[in-house]
């Protein structure tokens, strides 16, 4: 299969993850309806897409002729779709959350896309073939930012509660898209496609295990979303680096990153009693984890097969960098939004 033909599986594979997301997180902001829940994650992701399509060709008018243009697109719909759930949660206002969506696709997702898959960052590269930077590291951050300003839950809106079956498909469709996503990205079916296959599921495995591990060590438990957020933590372990990282390096990636993940989502939700913090642990821990990690072990090119420290440097400071830069957006946005909607209540209780 050519460049060509592998477009239209990658980008089914994306709208899989999409699509699978969307169930599996809906608990984590709550709405008026499933019915809504559902409308704003179509409707933010829509922005997040049409935000890449429509700047990035005036921004680069080559980027059109690049296979991956309507992929990295899709990507960009996941991370804006991650991106605003805090703020579904925290206003309950479809509106809102639009704004916030299209702003937020805008100033961070179309230029951290571009910098991922085109320019680099002032002479810096860092490694990232599955666009984890993107809908990682940058969407947690956000999710972070409006957490760290404040969200509340305001009248007339619940946690959505699905039935389990709709999220255990919802689970195997994540898998299945996620690995199809890392294996069809890289525009070739050849010996390293199997690789990144086996990496894929390695990573789960990784991720299961490290997540669960610390769950039990901290609370004496094994709990069934514990298994679930193992395996999301293990697929964006391996995001950035599938085809470029070993079997056991996939599994270390996935232990270290479903156990880092498990702490820090087991401290913040304790101490804010906000589930919304468990998107902060699995993507921006996780995505984060995996990235740094190349520098470290990348098969050839990592510190432990060079002795160089340059490839720790560019991935450390290319998460570093987007984390801060979509975390700070994403609080003047929130802090804007929120000012803005409490200035109109006001308003009208004043009439």
């Known amino acids: 299969m050519n460049n060509a033909q592998l477009v239209l599986p990658a980008s089914l594979a994306l709208i899989a993850v999409l699509a699978s997301l969307a169930v ?3 608990r984590f ?6 019915g809504f829940s559902m409308t704003v994650s179509a409707l933010t992701a829509a922005l997040g897409a049409a935000a890449w399509l429509s700047i990035a060709p005036l921004v680069a008018p080559g980027v059109v002729s690049s296979p991956l243009y309507v992929p990295i697109g899709l990507l960009g719909a996941i991370a804006t779709m991650i991106a ?7 206003s309950g206002s479809l509106i809102t959350t639009s704004i916030f969506a299209l702003s ?3 100033l961070v997702s179309v230029p951290v896309e571009m910098v991922t898959f085109f320019t680099g960052l002032g002479g810096v590269v860092a490694l990232d073939y599955g666009g984890s930077l993107i809908m990682n590291v940058a969407a947690g951050a956000a999710v972070a930012g409006v957490l760290l300003i404040g969200v509340s839950r305001p009248r007339g809106l619940r946690a959505i509660v699905l039935p389990q079956a709709w999220v255990v498909v919802a689970v195997v469709v994540l898998m299945v898209g996620w690995i199809g996503w890392l294996v069809a990205g890289e525009l070739a079916i050849d010996d390293l496609s199997t690789a990144i296959l086996v990496n894929g599921a390695l990573g789960v495995a990784g991720g299961v295990t490290g997540w669960l591990a610390v769950q039990r060590m901290s609370h004496q438990s094994t709990t069934w979303g514990g298994l679930l957020a193992g395996v999301t933590s293990g697929l964006i372990a391996v995001t950035a680096g599938a085809p470029i990282i070993s079997p056991l390096a996939a599994v ?3 232990m270290l990153a479903g156990g880092a993940a498990c702490i820090a989502t087991v401290r913040w939700i304790s101490v804010t009693r906000q589930p919304q913090w468990y998107l902060v642990g699995s993507h921006l821990i996780a995505g984060a984890v995996g990235v740094v990690l190349i520098g470290i072990l990348a098969s050839g090119t990592g510190f432990v097969f060079t002795g160089q420290i340059l490839p720790v440097q560019n991935q450390l400071f290319g998460s570093i960098a987007v984390a801060a830069y979509s975390g700070v957006v994403a609080m003047l946005l ?4 929120r000012t803005g909607e409490r200035a109109i209540i006001r308003r009208r209780e004043g009439h």
């Open 24 to 26: 599996v997180y809906a």
């Open 29 to 34: 902001a709550p709405a008026r309806s499933t």
């Open 84 to 90: 605003s759930l805090a703020v579904r949660s925290g």
């Open 104 to 106: 937020w696709a805008i």
């Open 252 to 254: 270390s990636f996935g």
């Open 334 to 337: 929130w802090l804007g939004l």
